[in-house]
């Protein structure tokens, strides 16, 4: 009886049951016509709900959300985020052939140059104006990354970063620039495309009809069905498993090393290595030829719907007040990361990339801008049939570029590099890796 009067308890079950509530409307939601083509336009239905949810938040217009339920919420992002790279490969046969490295190299180095890129733009606009007009915390030169490349995922993980390092700020400014960036990506991205139909750059020019899912229409017994969403729903977690061991493995060979390796491994998150996991378990599904037991749709179903509570809880979580107080940053670094973001595209990417660049692009503007569920988005508004090589080449460029970026290694790594460095001395080393990155793009181009 104490425990069912316990307020923890209650709070926490409350967050819970909303949780399920939400997951169970986005999945009715997304059926119905008009969530349809609200994303034929690239407005996903988790923006239009994480709006909702930041207006009912506790910091809300109509504060009708407990902010007990969303401080609950505030650490759902990273296991989410884990969750989806835990399924991104599953669902799809790994690319096979020589002819695969030139467009991943390629898609890798395009990818490399909009994640740095964004750490010398950020560095740059923080140096010359933030601090001298606004005596900002040199850590914002870290913000266009984290909330563009790693969204509201990464923002949530290295929060807990930013605060150890005494930029307490941090988190709820990386959510609100994971925010811009998802908005940005909507609505811009599905600008891109319609002006790439105009001009010709892709490999259709009109909207693509409204059709329904024809995968998986066999008539199957309850039973097999039980037993398949059984299976699809245990392979994620294997996965997860997976990189949980990876994880720990590390930190405890941590101890052999020296402090800065320590430092990076013990903030390291979890979401990079379920890539692996996931590549993991579906090489071995190949090699043993068991693929049967994959269902592309459940997985991509899990990935779309851990996606978009992600978003959700995120917007309802952001606290407006922090937002308010520091509105003048975030407008001038989401200012500079989307112009970086749009010149690398409409400039360096036709370059870059051989074949299908308006479709890789587009894939990874979006990527670069509100994460790689986005750029998926973007790319089934730019490519609706599945008619290029993009889907694969990303999928595959992933696995070099997530461990580095969008909450890898240098993403961690960046905070205590403008600490030990000055921010500085960060940006002029961002800035010849750029350099670099662009050269080398040239020379494979060539």
Known sequence: MLLMHNPATTTFGLAFVLLILLAFLLGLGRKLEPAIRLEQFGIPIALVAGLLGLILGPYGFFPVLPKGVTDIWTELPAPLLTLVFGTLLLGRPLPQGRGIIQPVASQALLALLLGFGQYLVGGLVVIFFLIPYLGVDPLMGCLIEVGFEGGHGAAAVMGESFQRLGFTAGKDLGLAMATVGLLASAILGSGLVLLGRLLGWGTLHAFPEVVEETEEKEEIALSMRLRQLSINLALPGLAVGFAVLML????????????????????????????????????????????????????????????????ITAMASLNLPILNKDWIPITVLSFAGLTWNLFVMLFFAKFILKSDWFERSITEFGNATGVAASGLLLLRLADPRNMTNALPVFSIKQLIVQPILSGGVITVLAPIGVLNYGLVGWTEITGAITAIFLLLAIFIRR
């Open 248 to 311: 720990y493995s590390l930190k405890f060979l941590s101890q052999f090393l020296n402090d800065t390796y320590k430092q990076v491994l013990n903030t390291f998150p979890v979401f990079p290595l379920a890539l692996l996991g996931s590549l993991l378990i579906r090489f071995l599904l190949e090699k043993f030829n068991r693929t049967a037991f994959i269902s592309p749709l459940i997985q991509r179903e899990i990935g779309t719907l851990s996606t978009d509570l992600l978003i």
